[in-house]
């Protein structure tokens, strides 16, 4: 898995230099004794391809495992919780948020942001950077609970061990920074943003992708500080932030092995250990209510012709059970960072505690849109969507609405890992249960890695201390309750 990240690392800054004319390369070299400085279009091509192997890869695909959307098919050790519970984060650091932070810092640079406006405007390229920064500072937080935010990235200013910052003040923080890059942003820019493989450069899209993160952020906090989700919640417009199944953020990876999906290269170019099929839990809930998004989701089984999930945590043969589907797990499949099922499915939860105005009644309205938006993301019939939504099993109902709108998200997430198992950690839906092999319960987070132990072993102690002293992968994050 690393080789083909780095040789996909490497292409893409070859391509977003290979761009660039010699003149282009040559105004920006600075100092004519030094290094060429990277334009920052290279910067950000490279910043989001880590960060999308990093938060799509191997940490997306434990999540799909602990929420029993994938299982082992061969050496199912990790879908029984019997590894270390251990991943570390130094590649994000390293990688993704660095080249992120040097775009803001150029761009911030009296002398050098005249010569990288060429690649976008100058306050656009900071929000960009600003937004992206956040997506994976929530994915870590999220993952791994307390971890280095103020004092990260700060090693030029000989910070080499970061405090540890609590996940309470990550999410603060993470809101004010998503609302001044809101604030920079502008949608009809002198020069249109350069290396953008999620959006083109569509700034319009950025800002509602930024919006959307403020509402997915919020929502985290409803079973820790229900009256802070509230407030961030009911200040918020939903009409700025993904409203349709035409509204996503993914990034579209190329037809080649180094540039695959990241499942894809696990399940075909690798196909050792991490070998993945879909779980029964899953397949067993969507065939329960008829559900036609399997068929996107899984293909059917080969000896039988029929969809047949892996029995969680147990071996299995991939001509027995159902595959993932090419459309989610093939060379090209998209990486999905956010869709609009997402928002509206947040918008009707918002509803139903009081956040919005509308109540039950608009709540309902809200679930619908939300399951109808996933549906026409996977390019599901209108006729086959009504007759899904007519289902009684399905209706809303304002007494179970916990399980309905889990439920529903637990299908729409599927395999956006680290999302799907937060929000299965948050509302507690659908209900599951470890496999049979199991050696310990469904893990509530990832531990620290031993390089911090090894290089900033105080604020690393501090953090655990916080969590109850133990470094475990069965100890909850904060907002966990």
């Known amino acids: 898995m690393n080789i083909q990240k780095y040789k996909w690392l490497s292409f893409l800054l070859i391509l977003a230099l290979g761009v660039t004319s010699c003149s282009e390369f040559e105004e920006m070299n600075y100092d004519p004794n030094g290094p060429t400085t990277v334009p920052t279009s290279g910067l950000l091509t490279q910043a989001q391809a880590n960060l999308i192997y990093n938060f799509n890869g191997e940490l997306a695909q434990l999540g799909s495992q602990y929420v029993q959307q994938f299982s082992q098919l061969d050496y199912a050790e990790k879908s029984n919780y019997a590894d270390d519970g251990i991943s570390s984060f130094a590649s994000v650091y390293l990688g993704g948020l660095t080249d992120l932070q040097e775009i803001i810092t150029l761009n911030e640079d009296e002398e050098f942001k005249i010569k990288i406006f060429q690649y976008g405007d100058n306050e656009n390229q900071i929000a960009v950077a600003k937004i992206l920064q956040a997506w994976a500072y929530h994915n870590m937080t999220d993952v791994w609970g307390d971890i280095p935010f103020s004092q990260a990235l700060q090693g030029k200013d000989d910070v080499i061990a970061p405090k540890y910052d609590t996940q309470e003040e990550i999410y603060d923080a993470l809101i004010v920074q998503l609302n001044a890059a809101i604030a920079l942003i502008n949608t009809t820019p002198t020069n249109s943003l350069s290396g953008d493989l ?49 509204d996503y953020a993914q990034f579209n990876h190329l037809a080649t092995e180094a540039e695959a999906n990241p499942l894809y290269i696990d399940n075909v170019v690798n196909a050792g250990a991490d070998y993945f099929a879909v779980a029964n839990t899953l397949v067993d809930a969507m065939l329960t209510v008829n559900d036609p998004r399997l068929a996107t989701y899984a293909y059917a089984a080969v000896s039988s012709g029929t969809f047949v999930g892996l029995t969680y945590g ?29 928002v509206l499915l947040i918008k009707a939860e918002a509803a139903q505690r009081g956040y919005i105005s509308g109540g039950a009644a608009s709540a309902a309205v809200y679930y619908e849109a939300g399951i109808r938006a996933s549906m026409e993301y996977n390019e599901i019939a209108t006729v086959d969507i009504d007759a899904y939504l007519a289902q009684a099993s399905v209706q809303y109902d304002e007494t179970k609405w916990k399980e309905l709108i889990g439920t529903q998200k637990w299908f729409a997430l599927y395999a956006q890992g680290i999302q799907a198992w937060a929000e299965w950690r948050r509302l507690d839906f659908p209900v599951l249960t470890p496999g049979a092999s199991a050696a310990t319960t469904i893990p509530r987070r990832r531990a620290y890695s031993s390089d911090e132990y090894s290089t900033n072993l105080a604020n690393v102690t501090e953090a655990v201390a916080r969590i109850g002293g133990s470094d475990l992968f069965t100890v909850s994050v904060w907002w966990d309750k």
């Open 198 to 246: 999620i959006f083109s450069g569509d700034m319009t899209k950025w800002k509602a992708f930024a919006e959307s993160l403020k509402l997915r952020i919020a929502m985290r906090l409803s079973e820790v500080n229900d009256s802070k989700a509230n407030s961030l919640i009911s200040d918020t417009d939903f009409d700025n932030a993904f409203t349709s199944s035409a």
């Open 314 to 342: 147990e071996l299995g043969s991939d001509a027995d059970v159902s595959m993932p589907n090419d459309l989610y797990a093939g060379q090209t499949a998209p990486s999905i960072m956010m869709t609009a099922a997402e």
